[in-house]
């Protein structure tokens, strides 16, 4: 048994005001699905959540 941690790259989509959500949540699923064609399902986690950024 090795001690080897199991690691996974996530991915978050970001926007801006200034830009539709839907655009940063279109993008990250098109990076998702490039990955999975290339390398299968297995680590890569997409978070749900898109983060808005504002002057607020």
């Given at each position: 048994?090795?001690?080897?941690?199991v690691?996974?790259?996530?991915i978050?989509?970001?926007s801006r005001d200034?830009?539709?959500?839907?655009l940063a949540v279109n993008r990250r699923?098109?990076?998702i699905a490039e990955y999975?064609?290339?390398f299968g399902k297995e680590g890569i986690y997409e978070?749900?959540?898109c983060?808005?950024?504002s002057e607020i």
């Open positions: 048994m090795q001690n080897v941690p690691i996974k790259i996530g978050v989509a970001v200034c830009f539709p959500e839907s699923k098109a990076v999975e064609k290339k978070c749900p959540i983060i808005v950024e």
